[in-house]
DNA sequence: TAGATTGTTAATCGATTAACAATC
DNA sequence: TAGATTGTTAATCGATTAACAATC
């Protein structure tokens, strides 16, 4: 405990996927499993696999290896699964609504206790047993609930302001959807952006760069 | 030109993120801009900029710096953001419906011709334009229009079923949403993975991580 | 010309891989 | 004990940063 400290993001952001492709492993009854076996699953090196784990703690055992159920719940727990961080959500369009119907928050480690929209025709509306409210009772509902986290499905323009003024509500994480890159410089600021749009445009590119390669592999012919 | 041949990952990631704050910045007027104050902006170095850029060619000019018209062009013409690469989405549920509907797919060098579901409720529905068809017409139809990428928004379960069954038809290319981590040995096979849910944990480890930091900052005094 | 800023090379930093002693 | 596999250190690789000559 209290080992993962600095521990480099790239790191942090595979565990993850090593919590989920344990999962899958439970899930086929595999009981234990080694470094080497995991690596050639996942696409990665044991070595690798071995180093990231070590971050955190000796999971492992000389000679056997790591057992699959046990190393997918210390993941768990570092990755602070086991919480329910109260969270709001703002913005309760196309996208808002699909976040709030899709994403499974209760085992991700938050609690998705309210959602704001300023558009009347969705306000009221009922989406995961969870009624819209009006953002004009942002303030009241964050004194009283303390919301820490909150997920922006609003368009880019508000952005900014919106974050800013949950900052100022006692909101310290974003889940950020906005097509904006919230850069602002809080101590204890957290955030994640989505970009959509940026994966999607990294596909283009990586189409348009494999085609090239082959019409460059012809020509070398 | 071509001169973007093993360009690394991590460079091509940034492009994206290059071409919105290029844009961002044409939109408030801004004609030319240095790599310093570029950097400052985008919370980059001056020096990464300059070099991210000259993977791909000289944009610049020296004493001046960058036109950020030209240079938002390069970019995009690099990400093929011009082209149309004909493309589906499998499984028009909460998600891929908004998928579908938000996407801005013809400025990302895509264009979404058509939608499949097995769920006869689903199927016949129209979205964004286009009339769901069921997905035992996916031979039929791709034998027609020959789409090269496909957008998978379907249950992990038969994730990899799906794609083996598009890449026999023809389909080279994925933007996968489906929690299922697309690891098949193809030649030339291209896969974007999107995972919603690991970008959600690894906020939780964040704010985790942060809370620790700021205990152990207590203890520390 | 002088000032500014790029393109590019060299230095540094960090992350991945390899190797192996420790140990189950 | 012998075999297997970890935890961990050392070597390698790649990406970022710094520096500066080229040049607008």
Redesign the interface.
């Known amino acids: 405990m ?1 080992k ?2 600095g ?1 480099s993001l790239s790191v ?2 595979r ?3 090593y ?3 344990l999962g899958d492993l439970l899930k086929k009854d595999v009981t234990r499993i080694s470094s080497r076996e995991l690596a050639q699953l ?2 990665l090196t044991a070595s690798q696999i071995r180093q990231d784990l070590n971050c955190f703690g000796g999971f492992g055992q000389q000679g056997y290896g790591y057992n699959v159920a046990d190393l997918r719940r210390e993941i768990g727990s ?4 086991d ?1 329910n ?1 109260p969270t709001i959500l703002i913005g309760v369009g ?2 808002g ?3 709030a ?5 209760e085992s ?3 609690q998705l206790v309210g959602l704001f929209d300023n558009n009347p025709s969705v306000i009221g509306q009922s989406v995961r047993g969870l009624t819209v409210s009006d953002v004009a009772q942002l303030d009241e509902f964050c004194h009283a609930r303390q919301p ?2 909150a997920i922006l499905c609003i368009p880019r323009e508000v952005a900014r302001a919106t974050a800013e003024r949950l900052i100022s509500l006692g909101v ?2 974003f ?1 950020n959807f906005s ?1 904006y ?1 919230l ?1 602002l410089d809080f101590e ?1 600021l ?1 955030v ?1 952006n ?17 085609e ?3 019409e ?1 592999s012809i020509q070398s012919n």
């Open positions: 209290a993962h400290q521990v942090i952001k565990l993850p996927r919590y989920r492709f996942m696409q570092i990755l602070g699964l919480r961080i196309n996208l609504r699909t976040i119907r899709h994403m499974d928050f991700s480690g938050f820490k986290a310290t994480s889940w097509h890159d850069l204890g957290i994640e989505v970009h959509l749009g940026d994966s999607l445009m990294t596909l283009s590119y990586r189409i348009h760069a494999g090239q390669a082959k460059n």
